[in-house]
């Protein structure tokens, strides 16, 4: 079945660790992207990447990263750096760059102890 | 820049009523238009979308949504809620240069037996 993973499903992090979440994606999609949700506020958009090797920020990149070696896998880290990483991150995919649909996979909800 | 307005962050329906979700959004210039549904603690999954066409657009569910240009809207119905259509609903569209996407705050959709 084609799809987007994403693991673990949850995750705890102590403060000023980085941690990494993984994205993987076998529907054969160029772009890339991670969101985070807070309750209330919808889904925000972190990072994005339209091919290979290629990325760009998003509207609240401070305190994460991102890499885009492999088309099928697309790593979120949140680094120390970002004060207040307790939140759902959703990951997605799509055929072409934004206009196309957006499939999205299981989310990772990241809690900071 | 565009923006999207849900109207109501929390609707509630009784099992068999309609169901009716607002979207409202700033541009002038038709966008594309997205419906997505989430249940808890998992990924969104699209309802429907409108690119071109038809303006009224039927979805998964028993859903559907009408683009009225001149409303600037895309309100999604569904003439029978079911216990089982109680999620959180989002609404999507693209920015005036097809360069983005951006979601509303989400409505809860509460059916009550």
């Known amino acids: 079945d084609g799809g987007i993973t994403q693991s673990p499903k949850y995750l705890f992090r102590k403060e000023g660790q980085n941690v990494t979440l993984s994205c993987e994606q076998n529907?054969?999609?160029?772009?890339m992207y991670w969101y985070r949700q807070d309750p209330g506020q919808g889904l925000r958009l972190i990072y994005y990447s339209q091919i290979v090797n290629d990325f760009q920020k998003g509207d609240i990149a401070e305190g994460y990263s991102v890499s885009r070696e492999k088309k099928e896998s697309f790593p979120l880290t949140v680094t120390s750096a970002q004060k207040n990483p307790t939140a759902f991150y959703l990951c997605?995919?799509?055929?072409?760059?934004?206009?196309?649909?957006?499939?999205f996979g299981p989310g990772t909800r990241l809690t900071v102890l | 820049a565009q923006s999207v307005t849900q109207l109501g962050s929390h609707v509630s329906v009784s099992e068999g009523a309609l169901v009716l979700l607002r979207c409202n959004y700033s541009s002038s210039v038709p966008p594309y238009l997205f419906w997505y549904v989430q249940y808890p603690n998992q990924g969104l999954q699209l309802l429907l979308k409108y690119t071109t066409g038809a303006t009224l657009v039927k979805g998964i569910n028993g859903f559907e949504a009408e683009f009225k240009k001149s409303e600037t809207s895309f309100h999604l119905t569904k003439p029978s809620a079911h216990m089982s259509d109680a999620a959180e609903y989002f609404c999507a569209v693209t920015g005036n240069n097809f360069n983005k996407f951006y979601f509303g705050s989400g409505t809860k959709l509460n059916v009550k037996p």
């Open positions: 997605a995919s799509s055929r072409g760059l934004n206009t196309d649909t957006q499939y």
């Open positions: 529907l054969n999609h160029d772009a």
